[in-house]
């Protein structure tokens, strides 16, 4: 399941604060820009493909919700 990898591997950089999968993490200031390239980098290696210029829309990486969406996306 994409939602329960991607909130492991965020888990592994927020530690003790609850969050939603629809929450905005970014916003909430639980990861800085400089994790969207970590994201990026973890979506594509689940994915086993590179993500287009389309695709790293920051707006795609915001929550585990929106995440999930890009891989079931990309994974066609």
């Known amino acids: ?3 329960k990898e991607l909130r492991a591997f965020l888990e592994t950089f927020i530690i003790d604060v609850d969050f939603s999968d ?3 993490i970014f916003e909430l200031g639980l990861v800085s820009s400089l ?10 290696k689940a994915l086993a493909r590179k993500l287009s210029s389309e695709d790293l829309d920051f707006a795609n990486f915001r929550s585990i919700e929106k995440m999930d969406a890009l ?3 990309r994974a066609k």
């Open 1 to 3: 399941n994409n939602r």
């Open 22 to 24: 629809d929450d905005d």
């Open 35 to 44: 994790m969207a390239m970590q994201l990026v980098l973890f979506v594509e």
């Open 71 to 73: 891989m079931i996306r």
